[in-house]
């Protein structure tokens, strides 16, 4: 498989060569823990006990490296265990990360309560404007700037490129969740990201049936003192051990074999979705990156293929319309999570980001998120439509 070959052809075939033993087409699940040796280290294929390395795994790993256009793919037990990987792979206490004013809940809770404890500091900025970011930077000190785009639940856009100039003009690291867009819509390390992480938990796996993280590094990484972070997150994945078991990598893999239809397919629905929410008078204002009117509309134009799935929006009539809501529609369902083939609805001030609360990064207590699944369109509005005509 070669970098040439398109997205899908990619998804489908990188990492998965027909097992040697048996023809199958798709890698099998290899549910071992340890490996024959042919003598002491005889090692076949380099497999010698499955934290270090598993087969199932490690097809995982070479695929979504193949579709970020990475040197290296890993793969975790959850997405947070991946970005604990890369945090402690790359940083020591003294350093400090800028993190941004809009990011997935549990992002912010490590970073504040996990990372800070343990002498890595932060900053918070508004990642949508390249000068925040440049603001926060702690000269000397700061090693990382972790950045969300879209972010979550708000759907804001951070300029990749304009950040990895000033994140590298200050000997940081640019790392970039790319969970919202995923591998088909947009590819960080090509922007000049270092380090691209996700929760395959979402729309990499597709299905609501597996939690997973993936960790992908840039093939050169110049930012002194770090270029061997590949090495690094490599020994600290197997030191650390939060991999993704086979079970879990096969179910990942095989729904990254369908993310490139699946994404136009929530594209497609989330567009249509925005187009009846910005046209409902129980609506106050809606967040997506689609929309002309969003504030860097332009940026996400430039840097996604297409603008994704997931929709937010404020309710006129305040919280108690948008708790009603949630709970008067009959086919979205309501959830965490997001990126299934399923449309879920949520109320994120008081599930998916309620441990932000009290904090910078607390959220609107009108808003509700949709993760708009590729149901037949015209069910999904009039659902809505129905739920919004009563409480909207
Ligand atoms: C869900 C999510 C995570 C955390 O991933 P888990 O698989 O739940 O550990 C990180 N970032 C974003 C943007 C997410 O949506």
């Known amino acids: 498989m070669s970098d040439e070959h398109g997205f899908s052809t990619r998804a489908i075939h990188a990492g998965q060569e027909a097992d040697a033993s048996t023809g199958a087409v798709v890698?099998?699940?290899?549910?071992?823990?340890?490996?024959?040796?042919?003598?002491?280290?005889?090692?076949?294929?380099?497999?010698?006990?499955?934290?270090?390395?598993?087969?199932?795994?490690?097809?995982?790993?070479?695929?979504?490296?193949?579709?970020?256009?990475?040197?290296?793919?890993?793969?975790?037990?959850?997405?947070?265990?991946?970005?604990?990987?890369?945090?402690?792979?790359?940083?020591?206490?003294?350093?400090?990360?800028?993190?941004?004013?809009?990011?997935?809940?549990?992002?912010?809770?490590?970073?504040?309560?996990?990372?800070?404890?343990?002498?890595?500091?932060?900053?918070?900025?508004?990642?949508?404007?390249?000068?925040?970011?440049?603001?926060?930077?702690?000269?000397?000190?700061?090693?990382?700037?972790?950045?969300?785009?879209?972010?979550?639940?708000?759907?804001?856009?951070?300029?990749?490129?304009?950040?990895?100039?000033?994140?590298?003009?200050?000997?940081?690291v640019l790392v970039v969740d790319n969970t919202f867009a995923t591998a088909y819509l947009q590819n960080p390390i090509a922007l000049g990201a270092d380090i691209v992480t996700h929760s395959t938990t979402k729309y990499s796996g597709g299905h609501s049936d597996v939690v997973g993280g993936a960790v992908v590094t840039a093939p050169q990484i110049r930012v002194a003192g770090l270029e061997d972070a590949e090495e690094r997150i490599a020994f600290h994945q197997n030191s650390i051990g939060g991999v993704a078991g086979p079970f879990d990598s096969w179910l990942t893999l095989r729904g990254l074999k369908t993310l490139a239809v699946r994404m136009e397919r929530h594209c497609d629905n989330a567009e249509r979705v925005v187009e009846f929410l910005t046209g409902h008078d129980g609506v106050a204002q809606v967040f997506y990156p689609g929309l002309e009117s969003h504030h860097n509309h332009a940026v996400a134009a430039r840097q996604m293929k297409r603008f994704g799935g997931m929709v937010s929006f404020r309710m006129r009539?305040?919280?108690?319309?948008?708790?009603?809501?949630?709970?008067?529609?009959?086919?979205?369902?309501?959830?965490?999570?997001?990126?299934?083939?399923?449309?879920?609805?949520?109320?994120?001030?008081?599930?998916?980001?309620?441990?932000?609360?009290?904090?910078?990064?607390?959220?609107?207590?009108?808003?509700?998120?949709?993760?708009?699944?590729?149901?037949?369109?015209?069910?999904?509005?009039?659902?809505?439509?129905?739920?919004?005509?009563?409480?909207?």
């Open 317 to 392: 009539k305040g919280e108690d319309a948008a708790v009603k809501t949630c709970a008067a529609v009959q086919l979205w369902t309501l959830g965490e999570s997001l990126g299934g083939v399923e449309s879920l609805i949520e109320h994120p001030a008081r599930m998916t980001h309620a441990s932000v609360a009290g904090t910078e990064l607390e959220v609107p207590a009108d808003l509700i998120r949709l993760s708009v699944g590729i149901e037949d369109v015209d069910d999904l509005i009039a659902d809505l439509r129905e739920a919004l005509d009563i409480h909207g």
């Open 27 to 172: 890698p099998p699940i290899y549910q071992v823990s340890t490996y024959k040796q042919d003598g002491i280290g005889g090692f076949r294929g380099g497999y010698e006990y499955s934290r270090s390395a598993n087969p199932t795994r490690t097809a995982l790993e070479e695929c979504i490296a193949a579709l970020e256009g990475g040197s290296r793919g890993f793969a975790f037990a959850s997405g947070l265990a991946g970005q604990d990987c890369v945090v402690r792979s790359l940083l020591v206490p003294g350093d400090h990360v800028v993190v941004p004013s809009d990011a997935y809940g549990g992002t912010y809770r490590y970073f504040n309560k996990v990372a800070k404890p343990h002498g890595i500091d932060h900053s918070i900025a508004r990642i949508g404007d390249v000068d925040a970011v440049r603001d926060a930077i702690v000269p000397g000190r700061t090693k990382m700037v972790w950045v969300e785009t879209p972010t979550n639940p708000l759907l804001g856009i951070a300029d990749i490129e304009a950040i990895a100039e000033v994140a590298h003009d200050a000997g940081a």
